[in-house]
């Protein structure tokens, strides 16, 4: 009992504080010293008193989780009412009184935001919980592990807590569920607002010759549509997220997920029959990027291509052939690829690695995730690959290293083949066929099978030198272990 009542007199204290704070410059001369007691003094379990609060109503705790963000239909109308003042600091006051297990999310939710008000929710977080976490990442993870109970109406207070920063989340959190796409709780803001990401649409290219902001380590992600090769620099899409184009004439996208560790590249028409358009929603799940689409609201995880809450819930967009290699390697191999336009219309720092410092800067996941799958490192970069209804996941790393590697899969067999580390994989449905090396110029590439004959290569298919038989291309998607494993939880790893 003793350390709830100092956690109520320090409590006092900040609100008067607060109150004085916000007076005139003529009541304080000088600004306060700044206090070194927390405004709630964190207790453990066993130093809670033993009195029971009294429950709230569903409806005093939504009036309370109201006032708490400055609930207006209007979100510039809210921003005005922040940062925290006096009001602020006793309704929380109340919340960390209360006991009430339905307030824990929220609070977390409000960690993470962050918008000035960061000692009062730790500390309320702290009281109610007996627990102390260092970073609102690990507030988020403890809490996805626990299970906590919502209160009512959650999703429609998370979307307007986060409509402080784009109004269009209110529209994007909604109570959507399903049985494998997450709930309210579940979604975490990226750190940008919703316009702050803005997808390149039909975008500028040149051709090789004419570029001229590449060095010959920078990633890209290319594409080979009946000959024609295009090369999709990360250090552009990442800015953007999304790249909507055309190669010969067919549309596709570039999907990038910075936090997954790269970028897919799927077609436009879903498994429902529609072409949908897109954008990064601003959000992620189990610490993947998350796309809205325009038509319906609908959330699509960015490695499976799934979408996983809304009206489209189920359907999927299929994912193409393209590689992930150096802008070395590919100009190599593809003499007449052409590759985006440093001229995209937008202001960006698109130098090699700045959209992705925050990333590559980090050594662990950059947004909470629930449970990781141990059977790899979790920032693997693996292959993930999905035939047959089999899944399976190979470290990228490895398959280049051994230049070639045969594997059955789904009924299939496959070769996947590399010209060494860092530059890229191409799966071949090869069927019977042995590959045993791999010959040639980079753009002349031939393999040789264990019957010694010749076949040319690109990133289509295999072509039989003597018999002109085929062997199609398998695409495949390149992510970290822990993003490919979330997004397909029933995954094999190629031992």
């Known amino acids: 009992m003793c350390g709830r009542r100092a956690a109520l007199g320090a409590l006092s204290a900040a609100i008067l504080l607060v109150g004085c704070v916000a007076g005139s410059a003529d009541q304080f001369p000088e600004p306060p010293a700044p206090t070194e007691e927390p405004v709630f003094q964190p207790v453990s379990l066993a130093e809670a008193p033993v009195a029971t ?23 510039d109308l809210a921003r005005d009412c922040l940062p925290a003042g006096e009001e602020f600091v006793a309704v929380l006051q109340r919340v960390a009184l ?16 962050e918008i000035g008000w960061e000692r009062w929710v730790r500390e309320a977080l702290e009281l109610m919980t007996g627990q102390r976490h260092a970073t609102a990442l690990e507030w988020y993870e403890w809490v996805q592990a626990e299970s906590l109970p919502l209160p009512d109406g959650y999703a429609d207070w998370k979307g307007s807590l986060l409509s402080l920063i784009d ?47 590449l060095s010959r380590s920078d990633i890209v992600y290319g594409v080979v549509i009946d000959g024609i090769a295009h090369a999709y620099p990360e250090r552009i899409v990442a800015w953007h997220g999304v790249v909507t184009d055309e190669v010969d004439g067919v549309p596709l996208m570039v999907w990038h997920c910075t936090s997954c560790g790269g970028a897919a590249v799927f077609g436009v028409t879903a498994s429902d029959g529609r072409a949908y358009t897109f954008a990064p929603a601003g959000l992620v799940w189990e610490g993947r990027r998350l796309f809205f689409d325009d038509e319906t609201g609908s959330l699509w995880d960015a490695v499976s291509g ?3 809450a809304g009206p489209a819930t189920g359907a999927r967009v299929p994912v193409r052939l393209a590689v992930r290699t150096t802008w070395g390697d590919w100009s190599d191999r593809y003499r007449n690829t052409r590759v985006l336009s440093l001229d995209t219309g937008f202001v960006r720092d698109y130098s090699e690695g700045a959209a992705i410092r925050a990333d590559t800067e980090s050594e ?22 999905t035939l047959d209804g089999v899944t399976r996941a190979y470290p990228l790393d490895r398959v280049e290293a051994n230049g070639i590697v045969h594997d059955a899969i789904g ?27 791999l ?3 980079a753009e002349d590439r031939e393999v040789v099978d264990s019957d010694g004959l010749r076949w040319f290569m690109d990133e289509e298919r295999l072509l039989n030198t003597r018999n002109s038989r085929t062997a199609p291309a398998v695409p495949y998607q390149v992510a970290y272990w822990f993003a490919w494993a979330g997004a397909y939880p029933d995954t094999e790893v190629w031992r």
């Open 306 to 308: 799934r979408a996983v």
């Open 167 to 213: 109004p269009l989340f209110a529209r994007l959190i909604g109570e959507q569920t399903s049985e494998s796409g997450p709930g309210p709780e579940d979604l975490v803001w990226a750190l940008l607002g919703v316009a702050q990401v803005p997808p390149l649409v039909a975008p500028e290219t040149v051709h090789r010759v004419e570029e001229r902001y």
């Open 98 to 113: 209360s006991g009430d297990e339905r307030f824990v999310v929220p609070l977390v939710d409000m960690l993470w935001l």
């Open 364 to 385: 662990r996941p950059i947004f909470p995730i629930p449970a990781t799958d141990d059977r790899l490192p979790m920032r693997t970069r693996v292959i993930g690959l």
């Open 439 to 441: 010959e040639g110029p």
């Open 411 to 437: 009924g299939r067999r496959i070769a996947m083949i590399s010209a060494g580390p860092g530059r890229g994989v191409t799966v071949f449905d090869v069927g019977g066929t042995t590959i045993t090396a």
């Open 53 to 75: 609060p009294a429950p709230l109503t569903e409806g005093e705790i939504s009036t309370t989780l109201r006032d708490l963000v400055c609930w207006y239909a209007d979100p």
